[in-house]
C-alpha cells in the first residue's frame, strides 16, 4: 500500500513553534526531542493514517496521541483520499481553547 502524504496546516505549524518555543527557553535537548517525537509520530500517519481515534463530533476529524515525558501530544487531523492533513497539535497538560 502506497504511503499517506502528510500536509500540515498553517495552525498547526504555529502550534509546533508554539511548543518549540516554550519547551526552549526552558530545556533546549528537551525541546529537540519533543521535535523528534512530533516528527516520529506524524510520520506514523504516513503507513498508518487511520492510526488516531474517531472524533465523536461528526467532523470525521481524529486525534493522535503521542507520549511525551509524564504527558502526551494530540495531533488533530483529517483524512482525504490519500492525504493525512494536520490540523493542530498541542501538549495534553495545555490550557486550550477547543477548536
Given at each position: 500500500?502506497?504511503?499517506?502524504?502528510?500536509?500540515?496546516?498553517?495552525?498547526?505549524?504555529?502550534d509546533i513553534t508554539r511548543l518549540n518555543g516554550f519547551l526552549f527557553d526552558k530545556n533546549q535537548d528537551i525541546a529537540r526531542k519533543s521535535a523528534q517525537v512530533i516528527?516520529?509520530?506524524?510520520?506514523?500517519?504516513?503507513?498508518?493514517?487511520?492510526?488516531?481515534?474517531?472524533?465523536?463530533?461528526?467532523?470525521?476529524?481524529?486525534?493522535?496521541?503521542?507520549?511525551?515525558?509524564?504527558?502526551?501530544?494530540?495531533?488533530?487531523?483529517?483524512?482525504?483520499?490519500?492525504?493525512?492533513?494536520?490540523?493542530?497539535?498541542?501538549?495534553?497538560?495545555?490550557?486550550?481553547?477547543?477548536?
Amino acid at each position: 500500500m502506497a504511503k499517506s502524504e502528510v500536509v500540515w496546516r498553517e495552525r498547526a505549524l504555529e502550534d509546533i513553534t508554539r511548543l518549540n518555543g516554550f519547551l526552549f527557553d526552558k530545556n533546549q535537548d528537551i525541546a529537540r526531542k519533543s521535535a523528534q517525537v512530533i516528527s516520529r509520530g506524524s510520520s506514523l500517519l504516513e503507513d498508518t493514517p487511520r492510526l488516531g481515534r474517531p472524533m465523536a463530533d461528526g467532523t470525521e476529524r481524529r486525534e493522535l496521541f503521542i507520549p511525551f515525558g509524564s504527558g502526551f501530544y494530540v495531533i488533530r487531523y483529517f483524512l482525504t483520499s490519500d492525504t493525512v492533513v494536520i490540523v493542530r497539535i498541542w501538549h495534553g497538560r495545555e490550557s486550550r481553547e477547543a477548536d
